[in-house]
């Protein structure tokens, strides 16, 4: 069994910052691709952020230049450094991970999300 266990939201000004983790425990082999999703009230999940077990990473148009991707592949954490931020980026923010575990091919993980508000 994998959990996903994300921390660091909150409420923050326009202009501000927060940095989201997302901690993965379990019988882990390998965590291969990994990403960040939100979900505003009333629209659709979308991908934030997308980083490969290789460290290439991918945006949203609407988050270029102001968020980043990373991961720390030791302690199977990943992370979301998102600057200046604006009410827009107001949503529930999700961990995915596609996982290995021993003798299982890999599956697609979620954590249970955590809410961003940007607001003054």
């Known amino acids: 069994q994998v959990q996903l266990v994300e921390s660091g939201g909150g409420l923050v000004q326009p202009g501000g910052s927060l940095r989201l983790s997302c901690a993965a425990s379990?019988?882990?082999?390998?965590?291969?691709?990994a990403g960040w999703y939100r979900q505003a009230p009333g629209k659709q999940r979308e991908l934030v952020a997308a980083?490969?077990?290789?460290?290439?990473?991918a945006y949203a148009d609407s988050v270029k230049g102001r968020f980043t991707i990373s991961r720390d592949n030791s302690a199977n954490m990943m992370f979301l450094q998102m600057n200046r931020l604006k009410p827009e980026d107001t949503a529930v923010y999700y961990c995915?991970?596609?996982?290995?575990?021993?003798?299982?091919?890999?599956?697609?993980?979620w954590g249970q999300g955590t809410q961003v508000t940007v607001s003054s």
């Open positions: 980083i490969t077990s290789e460290g290439s990473t």
């Open positions: 995915n991970a596609v996982v290995e575990i021993p003798d299982h091919p890999p599956f697609d993980y």
């Open positions: 379990g019988s882990i082999f390998t965590i291969n691709a």
